[in-house]
């Protein structure tokens, strides 16, 4: 993925920030996002439940 960028600068030209388009930085985003969940699955030692388990679990949730 090609990252299209533009930079902004100070006063001595140094720069300061990177500016991103928004679909651009969206594509990150969720990269990221996904990235973060599948660390947070991998590392999850919880119980696993058994299909009717969470089937209880489930119904027991309050759907607002």
Known sequence: ??????YIVNEDSQRVAVQ???????KI???????ALVQ?????????????EAKKY???LDKA
């Open 1 to 6: 993925m090609e990252i299209k960028r533009q």
């Open 20 to 26: 991103l388009d928004i679909h651009t930085f969206e």
């Open 29 to 35: 985003e969720n990269v990221l996002e996904n990235y």
């Open 40 to 52: 947070l699955i991998n590392t999850d030692d919880t119980e696993t439940l058994s299909i009717e």
């Open 58 to 60: 489930y119904a027991g």
